[in-house]
Structures are given as C-alpha cells and as structure tokens.
C-alpha cells in the first residue's frame, strides 16, 4: 500500500496550482488594474464613434431641415385657425363684433333674437397657445341661434362655442297685430372662444 501520490499525479496538482496563483495574479495584478480599464475605454470609444457618425449624418441633412423649418414658420404665419390679434383686448372685441354680425345676418326679426350681455373671460387652465373667450347671454328662437352657432364654427379663425345652457322663458312681447304674446323666445348662455397666435403658458 502506497501512502504518497505517484509523480505524475503529483506533477499535475503542482500545475493546476500554478494555474490557480497564475490566473488570481492576472485577476487581482492585471486584469482590473490595466485591462478592464482599456476595455472601458475602448467602449466608450465605440460609443462616440457612433455618436459623431449620427451627428454627421445629421449634420448631412441640415439644408433640408432648415427649408422644413422655415416651411412650418410660413404655414403657422399664414394659419388662418387663429385670431388675427396681439392682444387679449383687441381679440375680445373681435369676438363680439364676429357674434353680432353673426345674429345681424340670421336675425330676421331682431325683438326675437338679440344679444343681452356679452363680457370677457379671464383666466382658466393654461393652453399651448393663449384662449380668449367670451361669455354671452342671449334672448333668440331656435332656428336662428342654430344657424348662428354653425356661422361661428365653420368658418376661420376657429371659434368654439362651449359650457352651452339653453332655457325657455316668456319675455312678453306682443306683436302689434296680436293680442297674446309669440311663443317664448329661448334663453340662451354660452362661451365663445377663439385662441391667438401667442403661445400661452407651456404645461409641465
């Protein structure tokens, strides 16, 4: 019985082992000291070869970038979606002669479709671009206040009829060949918004 390994088993420890130290000495010696470095290197290298191959690229289509953006500055100058406007005031009594020419043209009987009050709103949630609005109390039928409302919203800039409340009520006229009031007139209370070209307050 044998109690020492034979010589080639022993020979082949002895070189595992040198193996093992060589490759903790690599590790702890060589590897994180000098080569993970240059590979970190290397990789950002990588990345901004990238990154300048994009920006030229980009760089490459600046003329017709540029020709867009002038092309998206002409169509916004010339958008007729908006009031035509600097300022609040000026775009608020806007509104209110668009509103009257609006009933003068569908009215054809002005005791039965008329504007009461007509005020500006201020304030409200900020929009990307700046709201001006009115807020409108009305004494008209039906028919002509629905053609009014069409009037106001198809046509340009764009105008937006909102927060619409509609009641009957008697307001006691009397046509001078009858002898009992007309059918009741409606009550009617809405918003009339438009927006200008200025850019309202940019929203988080």
Known sequence: MRLLPEAN???????????????????????????????????????????????????????????????????????????AQSDSSAASADLIQRLKQAVSQHATDPNRCQVLTNQTLSGGKPELYERVTIQVRMRCDLEPFSSIVYELESGKPYLFVEQLMIYKQNYGYVPPNQRQPQQSALDVRFNLTGYLRKRGADKA
């Open 9 to 83: 088993n022993g020979r082949l420890l002895a070189v595992v082992l040198a193996l093992i130290v060589a490759m903790l000495v690599y590790l702890l010696g060589v590897h994180w000291w000098f080569v993970a470095p240059h590979l970190d290197v290397m990789s950002q290298m990588s990345d901004l070869r990238e990154q300048q191959q994009r920006f030229h690229e980009t760089s490459l289509q600046r003329p017709q970038i540029e020709k867009r953006l002038v092309d998206v500055r002409t169509f916004e100058q010339n958008n007729q979606a908006f009031l």
